[in-house]
C-alpha cells in the first residue's frame, strides 16, 4: 500500500472508525488528564479479563499474554476525548453492573463461560445501538482489544506472521485456509 | 566577507533543491545550500526506520495533545507517532486560511523527498498544449521534446521503476523493471483491456522504488518494507539524501547549512539581478548575508513565492517578479478521494508475500481525441488489491476463541482505487502575504485563498462513476462509490503561483525558469507550473530543475547572468 492509496479508515470490526483516530476537523480540547488518575491497577486488570474473553489464549497467545488492559488505559487517557474517555471508563461499570444483574456475582468472580454470556450480551447491544457518530461504551472497549491486541508485538508476531524484510514483492503465493494474516501492512 | 560568496545559492534542499544542487555542484559551481529546518543525515538519522506498530506508545496513532500541536495535520491521515516532528511546526509557522487550505510542511534537509508518494510520471505533449488550444491561463512556454531529454536524464539517475505501455497520454520512461502487480490487479488489467477495447488501461504504478542496485549511488534495492515515509536504511526510494545530496557532497563544492530561512532575495537595482539572500538563523535569530551570481529558489511551491513577494519590495511593491500581477496566483493542487471499492471473487487460494510501496495506475482516459466531456482535462487512478485483515467486519460471530481464529486468517481480497484530478489554473486562486500575522521568526505569513470550481466539481463526479463502471464491468462485487473530502492542498502536490510563460506581461518566469525581472533568479519547483496535469509532479520538477540548472550555468559561463 502507498500513502496515496485510498484512505482506509479503520473499522475494527465493529462497524465503526477506531475511535481517537479518526480525522479531526474540528479540534478538540488537549486532555490533560494522567494515565494513573483515570485508570487504577485493578481498572487495568479488570480490562485484561474483558479482552481476554474477547480475544482467549487458544493454541497461540491471548489478550492477556499482549497486555490489552494496559495498552487500552494508555490509549484512552491519551487519545480519546474528555467525553470519550468518560464513555470508555462507563464500559467497566456496565460491564459490572450486568454481572451482578446476570449471575449475582462480580464479573473477576464469574467462570470462563459466564463472562462469555455478560460480554457476548453487552456486544450485541452495542452493535445493535451504535452508529458512527454514537458509539457504545462496550464498542470502544471491543475496539481497543482488537486494535490492542492485534498490533502488539505478540499478537503480530505470534499470532498473526511477521515477515520483518520480505526482500521481494511475491504476487501470488498459494495460500491455505488456516493460514495467518500478514502481521503489518 | 569572503566567505559569504558562492557562485550558486539553492534555496531549499527537497525534491527540486537537491537536484539543482547536485547539477550545479557537478557542473564545477561553488553551492550553498540553504535549508530552513534541521539536518537529517541520511540512514543514521532515521530513527523510527526500523520501527512497528508495537514500538510506539499509541500504537502509531495521534493522541489528543499531537492533535493540539498541529490543529492542520490532524486533518488528515498524516499525523502519526512514527513520523512525528518531520512535519512543520504549526505553532512556529502558522499561516492564515481565508478558505479552508491543508498545508502540510516539511521543514529539514531533504523536505518531503523524505515523505513523499513517489509517485512518478512524465508529462505528456496533451498536458503541454492543453492551456493553448482550450484558451485557458496562459501558454506553457515550453513543450513535451524540451523536457523529454532531461525526463531521461533524471530517470536514469533517480531510479524509476515503471513499464512501458506506448501511451501518448503518459509518455514511457527509462525504467527499472516494474513492481509486480498481483495476480488479481493482472486480472482485473486484461478484463478492463477486453471491456474496453484498450481504451483503458491498469498499469503498474511507476515509482521512486528502484527494482535493482544503483552501486555508484551505494543503494540497494527497494527491501518492500513499505517504510518509506521514515526514511530509507537501503537507500530503497528517491530521496534527497539516498540520491541528489550525496552526489552534491563528493564533488566538494557543496555547503550545506540548515537552520537557515531565508527572508529576502537581495536585488541589485542597478544591475536588475539578485545579488545574494537574506538569511534568519533559525536557532540564534542572527540575519546573515550571502551574496552569489545565480540563485534557485526551491523552497517548496508556495515557500518560494513567499520568499519572492518578501523581495525586492521597495521596487515592487508585491515583490521581486510581481510586475505580472500573477505572482500569488493559479495555485492548483490535484483533488481526489474520489473513487470506488469492491470485492474479488476467486482469489482465496492465492495470498502475496512483502508490502509493495505501490500499486497500480490508470491513466488518463478522458477528454483525450475528440471526447469532450462537460468539464476540460481529466484524471488518473491509484489504486490497490489485497486481503483484509483483522480490521474487517466478521458477520454472525463476535468474541472467543472461534472469533480470534477467524480474524487471524486473512479476510477476502478487496480492491479500491481513488482519482487524482487536474486542476484548472484560476487567477483568483491566490495566496498574499499577511502583514498582520507573523511567525516565530516575526516573518509575516502567507494568507490562502483557494477553492475548486465547476470544471473540478464536474469532473469529480466522472471520478466517482467512472471507478464503479469500470469496476462492474469487470465483474468486481459490492462495488462501492467513495466519496472523500478534498479541500485544496490535502493533494500535497501544490503547484503554480510563479508561473512560466512566454510574457512578462502575464507570467513570473520564462521558459528557462528565470524570473522575467530577475534573470539570475530561476524558481524550479512547484511554484513554476503553468499548468497541474493529472499525473504526480515531482519528477517534472526534477526534469525542469537539471534543464534549468543546465540552461543556467551555460549563461553563466557565457557571461550573460
Sequence with gaps: ?185 | MANNHYDAIVVGSGISGGWAAKELTQKGLKVLLLERGRNIEHITDYQNADKEAWDYPHRNRATQEMKAKYPVLSRDYLLEEATLGMWADEQETPYVEEKRFDWFRGYHVGGRSLLWGRQTYRWSQTDFEANAKEGIAVDWPIRYQDVAPWYDYVERFAGISGSKEGLDILPDGEFLPPIPLNCVEEDVARRLKDRFKGTRHLINSRCANITQELPDQDRTRCQFRNKCRLGCPFGGYFSTQSSTLPAAVATGNLTLRPFSIVKEILYDKDKKKARGVEIIDAETNMTYEYTADIIFLNASTLNSTWVLMNSATDVWEGGLGSSSGELGHNVMDHHFRMGATGEVEGFDEFYFKGRRPAGFYIPRFRNIGDEKRKYLRGFGYQGSASRSRWEREIAEMNIGADYKDALTEPGGWTIGMTAFGEMLPYHENRVKLDQNKKDKWGLPVLSMNVELKQNELDMREDMVNDAVEMFEAVGIKNVKPTRGSYAPGMGIHEMGTARMGRDPKSSVLNGNNQVWDAPNVFVTDGACMTSAACVNPSLTYMALTARAADFAVSELKKGNL
Design chain 1, 1 to 185: 500500500m502507498n500513502r496515496r492509496e485510498l484512505l482506509r479508515l479503520i473499522t475494527v470490526a465493529t462497524g465503526i472508525s477506531l475511535v481517537g483516530a479518526d480525522v479531526a476537523f474540528s479540534l478538540d480540547k488537549a486532555a490533560a488528564a494522567k494515565p494513573d488518575q483515570l485508570f487504577t491497577p485493578e481498572d487495568i486488570r479488570f480490562l485484561d479479563e474483558v479482552a481476554e474473553t474477547i480475544i482467549p489464549r487458544t493454541s497461540t497467545p491471548g489478550a492477556k499474554d499482549a497486555e490489552v488492559g494496559a495498552f487500552m488505559a494508555v490509549y484512552a487517557a491519551d487519545c480519546y476525548t474528555e467525553d470519550q474517555k468518560k464513555l470508555f471508563h462507563s464500559a467497566i461499570s456496565q460491564i459490572e453492573d450486568s454481572s451482578q444483574e446476570k449471575h449475582k456475582k462480580p464479573f473477576l468472580s464469574l467462570t470462563a463461560k459466564e463472562r462469555e454470556d455478560v460480554i457476548l450480551a453487552l456486544d450485541k447491544k452495542a452493535r445493535a445501538e451504535q452508529t458512527p457518530t454514537n458509539p457504545q461504551a462496550f464498542t470502544l472497549v471491543k475496539q481497543l482489544t482488537l486494535f490492542g491486541f492485534f498490533t502488539s508485538k505478540i499478537g503480530a508476531t505470534e499470532v498473526l506472521v511477521y515477515d520483518e524484510i520480505p526482500g521481494e514483492y511475491e504476487t501470488c503465493v498459494p495460500y491455505k485456509k488456516g493460514t495467518p494474516a500478514w502481521g503489518t501492512a
